[in-house]
């Protein structure tokens, strides 16, 4: 056999086994580079050191309803270990729209997650659902703590004060007329981004959405895993608004 033929054949098969490895690094090159792309992509928000915060504790609230409240629901957040330490949580039974407007509108809202029943079941007026909340805050020794409403806009607080009126409450129970933070400003001041919404404020920090959207409870861990994640990144949750004006409550913001 021609022995130049049989260096060429080594060389070649050489040259073949160094052309996978080659394409093999390659291709490692390029995921990771993709991977890298990708984290990159989700890491393009402003991060910083985790900031004290003004308040010991965040008031997680996202009330679901319309003309009335019907779900009233509540996480405590602990702005240092970022740790959920309570929840209150009340299906409020309006007191001046039609029963067959109720039902028709809890059928819709609750009965594709299953709990069309429990909202009939549960439900309370909303003067109990004050009551209530006073023995929470009173169990919790929360009257003696720092705390803060923390809203996904502005419509909550508002709404609770028209909630007393057609309730036909005398006087608004001080924590309800209390400023409060509205993280979607928070968003905005932090990141320099516009987020017209939960979903979208999940979105982009790249966080997946928990349970189903437009269910109180739901929204508001989903709200407190947002607010945990941006004091994580360094932004500061302050009031926003100081007073709360009833007259601005007209639509559920998003």
């Known amino acids: ?130 009551e209530e909340f006073e023995g929470f805050l009173q169990q919790n020794d929360f009257k003696q703590k720092n705390w803060a409403w923390t809203t996904c806009g502005d419509w909550d607080v508002n709404q609770i004060q028209k909630q007393c009126q057609i309730s036909q409450i005398q006087k608004v129970p001080d924590e309800f007329t209390k400023g409060w933070i509205n993280v979607k400003k928070v968003f905005k001041d932090y990141y320099k981004e516009v987020a017209h919404g939960m979903t979208e404020m999940l979105s982009k920090l790249n966080i997946p959405l928990e349970g189903a959207h437009h269910i109180g409870m739901d929204d508001v861990k989903n709200i407190t895993t947002i607010v945990s994640t941006m004091i994580q990144n360094g932004a500061v949750f302050s009031i926003t608004h100081s007073t709360a004006d009833p007259e601005t409550s007209i639509n559920k913001e998003e």
Not at 41 to 57: G, L
Not at 117 to 122: A, G, K, L
């Open 1 to 130: 056999m021609d022995q130049t033929n049989v260096h060429g054949k080594k060389k070649k098969e050489k040259k073949k086994k160094l052309s996978r490895e080659e394409f093999e690094q390659k291709k490692r090159e390029k995921t990771r580079a993709l991977e890298e792309q990708l984290l990159k992509k989700q890491q393009s928000i402003r991060v910083e050191e985790k900031k004290q915060q003004p308040f010991d504790y965040y008031f997680i609230l996202d009330l679901e309803g319309k003309s009335e409240i019907i779900e009233f629901p509540i996480q405590v957040l602990d702005s240092n270990t970022l740790e959920v330490i309570s929840t209150f949580h009340r299906y409020v039974r309006p007191c001046t729209v039609p029963e067959a407007s109720v039902k028709s509108h809890i059928a819709y809202k609750y009965g594709a997650v299953g709990l069309e029943e429990t909202w009939h079941e549960e439900a309370i007026s909303f003067v109990q659902v004050l």
